[in-house]
């Protein structure tokens, strides 16, 4: 679908379906003629005046099949699906319609109505893939604006009129004044074009003061601007060479567009100079050259033609051509190739300062009208993996001519989608920072009451390092560091939680990866020092002191917590059940204190030092359940459960002063206290 004035003026050419080859009376005829020069606001009276006086019922329904026709080419989605329900009630005789009227839905977004539409044209013609690729496209479109990308898109407000606003391009280093085209009243000229049945198009600018307000805009001088149509402008990376498209205007003559070169010096623009890109090297011709991108380096044009040139696939293809020191072409220009074009219209090309190709398309899979897409570059002059842009850059309306603001991740685009103040509107874009906090709460692991002034400690992987105090409530809370934030992106985090009397508490989180907004939120539970801390699982088979493997995973938790907590001394200790042993001579005492070896052990193995843990046997002497209650149990099932409790691992804090590396040897290590 053709929408844009400029890209208006670019379709000369457009097929009728079978349904519109009948062609009766001199109203009908001047219609067509129009429609063929690409006149679509006077074919769309013509063919209205034609069905007027027209007799022939199924005459009269090709005339409203032509009317529907010629509002999508002018990209009046609603007045086309119209025209296409009417032509269907009169009864037109080809099913092309239903296909129409599912396009035309698709494009304002009601994509359960478009499926439908095509599913009836599926009944009357099945043999059509267009229907299916409606349908497909429908469906993953609706995926794309239930799932959006991050990006954040408003229109430009001051910049935007009721008529045609669009294609903005930077004019300036700062990037703070902009060139844009618009059929606003100002335009030069006082005809309508035939395509819009409005102004011609001109190039306005508009600067934007610190606060970020658009100046009112001001058209560019008569050597830029004509009576017919002018923009589609880029500008060099020193903003002193602009590119532009013109489209000259003769009436009952078609013209076709050229790229045209302008200097700019201070604030006056010279004399332009029309690019020799076409074929034939003339300028009066009916074929289409615009749309110009400039690449980084300036030794390279991207544009967009219906020219002959080798390679075309059909359509608007884009092509590439270099440029001599001077900016002008030089060699012949080179198709994109099929990983760019297809056989519909490729259009509206800009270059990013890292080489990525974006340009818009209604041939590539999209979300209704035209669409904006990506493709990297993957060689000198070649590019390919192109993706869509997605919503909410893109949307089931027209979405073109993404402009971004040197290396930042924001920019200009230009839609007709809702919201805006007319027919074409520039929209701005950005990408929102990634917004993450850190904030939590610590607790005493015994009482389960906040405790006040436990330090929080805060190490990022790149290289900031920050700390806060608990308040009364045991809260603490990392957000925002002045203008700046504590927590960042693509960032990893160590988190230590500690108070005097308490072990330390290490914890990670990170953001590398994370593409949503999100606050850590964490509890630390701190166990005071002085209380005997159970391991849990660190079970023994039966008059046994090997660890079993579910022990060794058991002890993970004594690993870490001596890692985190370098300074401490631990009595590890260990108990039995009340009953008897037969094969140690020193009896439960001695099976306790090798339990208590083998889990010392274990920790050496993994490497911590031996002076920091003093094994302890402890035996029968501290049950958790007594002989007298397991006694009075009912089953034997019962009983063994409350053996197995008491036969257990605990360890206690004696010590928080151990320096590491000194090789010193707890007293007692080794002994049975």
């Known amino acids: 679908m053709i929408t844009r004035k400029i890209l208006a003026s670019l379709t000369l050419c457009l097929l009728f379906s079978s349904a519109a080859l009948g062609q009766t009376g001199r109203l009908a005829e001047e219609a067509d003629d129009a429609f063929k020069k690409g006149y679509y606001f006077n074919a769309i009276e013509l063919y209205k005046k034609a069905y007027t006086v027209e007799k022939k019922a199924a005459t009269k329904a090709e005339l409203i099949f032509k009317v529907a026709e010629s509002y999508r080419a002018l990209g009046d989605v609603q007045q086309a699906q119209v025209w296409y329900e009417k032509a269907i009630k009169a009864q037109l005789n080809d099913p092309v319609a239903y296909f129409w009227v599912g396009e035309m839905q698709k494009q304002q977004g009601l994509y359960a109505d478009a499926i439908a539409s095509y599913n009836k044209y599926k009944e009357k013609k099945s043999n059509d893939p267009r229907a299916d690729a409606g349908i497909a496209t429908c469906q993953m479109a609706q995926k794309w604006k239930d799932d ?12 935007n009129t009721p008529q045609y606003d669009f294609t903005p391009a930077f004019a300036d280093k700062k990037n703070e004044t902009i060139v844009f085209t618009s059929s606003r009243p100002a335009a030069t000229g006082s005809d309508s074009d035939p395509i819009m049945g409005e102004a011609f198009t001109d190039l306005f600018t508009s600067s934007r003061d610190r606060l970020g307000k658009w100046s009112e805009p001001v058209k560019l001088p008569l050597e830029i601007n004509t009576e017919g149509n002018e923009g589609a402008p880029i500008f060099n990376s020193k903003r002193t060479v602009m590119y532009f498209t013109r489209c000259p205007y003769e009436k009952k003559k078609v013209h076709g567009c050229d790229i045209w070169m302008s200097k700019k010096v201070g604030n006056n623009f010279s004399a332009p100079t029309m690019l020799a890109l076409k074929p034939q090297g003339g300028k009066d011709d009916t074929l289409v050259v615009g749309h110009p991108a400039l690449s980084d380096d300036e030794t390279m044009l991207v544009f967009a033609s219906d020219a002959s040139f080798a390679g075309r696939l059909g359509g608007k293809d884009l092509y590439m051509v270099r440029l001599d020191r001077d900016g002008k072409p030089t060699g012949t220009p080179q198709n994109l190739g099929a990983e760019v074009n297809t056989p519909k219209d ?30 990297e570059k993957t060689g000198d002059g070649t590019w390919g993996h192109t993706e869509n842009m997605k919503s909410p850059l893109n949307s089931a309306a027209d979405d073109f001519s993404i402009a971004f603001d040197g290396e930042f991740d924001r920019g200009f685009f230009t839609s007709n989608r809702a919201g805006g103040k007319g027919q074409d509107d520039i929209w701005r874009f950005y990408m929102p920072d990634l917004v993450f906090a850190l904030q939590g709460n610590v607790y005493d692991k ?8 436990a330090k929080v400690s805060v190490v990022g992987t790149n290289g900031s390092n ?9 809260g603490f809370a990392f957000v925002e560091n002045g203008k700046d934030r504590y927590i960042k992106e693509e960032t990893s985090y160590s988190i230590i939680a500690e108070k005097e009397g308490y072990l330390v508490v290490k914890d990670q989180i990170t ?3 994370l593409t949503e907004s999100t ?11 002085i209380k005997e801390i159970k391991l849990p699982q660190i079970l023994y088979d039966v008059d046994e002191f090997f660890l079993r493997p579910e022990a060794k995973d058991s002890l993970e938790v004594l690993y870490t917590t001596l890692v985190d907590n370098p300074n401490i001394v631990i009595e590890l200790r ?3 059940d009340a009953r008897p042993t037969r094969r140690y001579k020193g009896g439960n005492m001695e099976l306790s204190q090798k339990r208590a070896q083998s889990c010392v052990n ?37 009983k063994e459960a409350a053996h197995q409790m008491n036969r257990r691992t605990d360890f206690k804090v004696i010590r928080t002063d151990f320096v590491p590396g000194t090789g010193s040897v707890p007293p007692g290590n080794g002994g049975n206290n």
């Open 148 to 159: 959006p990308t991050r990006y954040s898109v408003d229109p430009e407000v001051l910049l």
């Open 346 to 375: 490729e259009m509206f090309p800009f270059l990013r300062f890292n080489g990525n190709l974006y340009f818009s398309s209604t041939g590539h899979n999209g979300m209704g009208g035209m669409d904006m897409y990506m493709a």
């Open 446 to 453: 015994v009482t389960g009451q906040p405790i006040e002034g």
């Open 466 to 474: 920050f700390s806060a105090l608990t308040d009364d409530n045991g």
């Open 511 to 513: 953001t590398v990866g």
């Open 519 to 529: 606050t850590f939120v964490k509890e630390y539970f701190l166990q005071p020092i």
């Open 574 to 576: 260990s108990h039995t």
């Open 602 to 638: 274990y920790m050496i193995e993994k490497g911590i030092d031996p002076a920091r843990m003093v094994p302890v046997g402890r035996g029968p002497e501290e049950p958790i359940i007594t002989m007298d209650q397991i006694k009075a149990m009912a089953t034997k099932e019962e």
